[in-house]
């Protein structure tokens, strides 16, 4: 022992690191890297980073490794402070994960730009020390999937990816690793109760393949403050319908007019309390607190959130809370305003999303632009949006209910598409009277919004296991 250390203060005196070197600050036999490119698109990717210490016990931990081409370019990292200096980043641990013992591992990530080639990076070193364990993951970036590929997806979207957590800005499944949610949304549970039975649940998990149900209980409306023990219980059997067929529930307050959710406040906190403490052990249970704020600043928002995410976190401390965020859900654009007032000034609270919606036929270039730029900086889950216009009605918009779509693929961001019911409006996936039957599977029951989504939604998940 004692002559191994003798010749790590050696080491440590070569690599310039005496004034650090204590026996806890260097890892000694190295490091192993196991890195993985999670997502490419055009002129972007997004890279997971697992760390392993295989030296001695180290206090706090700092990976440098080299981008090997010059167009490669750090945009955003987490769980780490990252930063970039000519073409070597450099990533230096958080309070929460700065020490590792012998064995132990961490997992970062980032997003990044390139201009030419992609290739991996080299020269990873953990503490000064190069990490020759096995430099493992993906060999070479993958940016067209074949589709076609089995994936490990033989399990449902729950039994693959268990409890869910936010990680950087990505939504990350049990592995620790990014995934995509794709999924539908009810109407009104008020009006179209009739729509959320055994055959359509059926056909959402089973024919459209899907990974999510939003359940969306009005508060408003003829909806919750009429009935709250009946909307509970209502809002109760659906979550249980999702988790028989391994579907993510995502339980939806509703709120619209009026736009301010602090005028629910009272009764979001009487109804997280309560399906809270009931759905606490489940995992497949997502929160959404404020469907569509408007006409409301965004600190009056955050300090509803932060009064309504205690009351859930005190029952179900794991699960993952989205916020929705100043005019209607667009990150403050239709208000004139922009997320960066959100970036300025977060919720207080860990493992939350923020809610973005659009409806294809409305929204387009600048609130596409608005959503990439903060995905960059903010966990986003699009829990609402519609192919048509922000009336739920009028003419489908394809190009742009395509753009959006294969953007939100790019960046992995999850979507629920209003709706799952046969609602006379074109945003609707069924035709009228559907739901007065039991065929919710042959395609002369869905409209040309419901074609096109469950034409999105089945192609293969291939969540990452390991
Ligand atoms: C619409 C329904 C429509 C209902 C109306 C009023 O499609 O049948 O009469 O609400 O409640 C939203 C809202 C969502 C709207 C939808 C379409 O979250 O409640 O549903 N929309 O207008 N935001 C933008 C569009």
């Not at 939003?214 to 023990?229: H, I, W």
């Not at 979550?239 to 007019?257: N, P």
């Not at 300090?303 to 209607?328: K, L, M, N």
């Amino acid at each position: 022992m004692k002559r191994l250390l003798a010749l790590l203060a050696t080491c440590a005196t070569v690599l310039g690191l005496t004034a650090l070197f204590s026996p806890q600050a260097v890892a000694a036999a190295g490091c192993k890297v196991d890195y993985t490119f999670a997502s490419q698109w055009q002129g972007g990717f997004q890279a997971g980073v697992k760390i392993t210490n295989l030296g001695g016990p180290v206090s706090a931990w700092t990976l440098a490794f080299t981008m090997p081409d010059a167009g490669q370019k750090l945009v955003q990292g987490w769980n780490a402070t990252w930063t970039q200096s000519g073409s070597t980043v450099t990533a230096a641990g958080l309070d929460w994960n700065r020490a590792l013992a012998t064995g132990a591992s961490v997992d970062v990530g980032f997003t990044g730009s390139f201009t030419g080639a992609n290739p991996k990076p080299a020269a990873f070193a953990l503490n000064g020390v190069a990490c020759t364990g096995s430099i493992g993951g993906d060999p070479t970036p993958d940016p067209t999937p074949d589709p076609t590929t089995p994936g490990p997806t033989t399990g449902t979207p729950v039994g693959i990816n268990g409890q869910v957590h936010v990680c950087g800005v990505n939504l990350c499944n049990q592995y620790n690793r990014p995934i995509q949610l794709r999924g539908m949304s009810t109407h009104g549970i008020q009006w179209f109760s009739a729509c959320y039975n055994d055959a359509s649940m059926d056909a959402l998990a089973q024919d459209w393949k899907a990974d999510l149900l939003r359940v969306a209980m009005y508060v408003q409306e003829e909806g919750y403050e009429t009935d709250p023990a009946g909307f509970t219980s209502r809002v109760n059997s659906i979550v249980d319908m999702a988790e028989a067929r391994g579907l993510y529930a995502m339980i939806d307050f509703h709120t619209l007019t009026p736009g301010d959710p602090n005028y629910n406040l009272a009764r979001a906190k009487t109804f997280f309390a309560s399906v809270a403490a009931r759905n606490a052990d489940k995992k497949n249970v997502i929160y959404e607190i404020a469907n569509e704020p408007n006409g409301v600043s965004w600190a009056a928002i955050k300090s509803y959130a932060e009064q309504v995410i205690p009351v859930i976190r005190a029952a179900d401390p794991d699960a993952v809370v989205v916020v929705g965020t100043r005019g209607w859900s667009s990150l403050g654009v239709s208000d004139g305003s922009s997320e960066s007032e959100i970036v300025n000034s977060p919720v207080n609270a860990a493992n939350i999303m923020y809610a973005f919606h659009f409806y294809a036929a409305s929204h387009k270039d600048n609130y596409r632009a608005a959503l990439s730029r903060a995905a960059a900086r903010l966990p986003m889950f699009v829990t609402e949006f519609g192919t048509v216009s922000a009336t739920g009605g009028g003419a489908l918009d394809r190009t742009s209910t395509t753009a959006w779509l294969d953007l939100l693929d790019q960046l992995k961001i999850g979507y629920a598409n209003w709706t799952y019911s046969d609602a006379p409006e074109s945003s609707a996936a069924f035709q009228p009277g559907t739901c007065d039957g039991t065929d919710y599977s042959s395609s002369g029951v869905l409209t040309e919004s419901g074609t096109l989504l469950k034409s999105r939604i089945s192609t293969s998940d291939n969540f990452p296991t390991s």
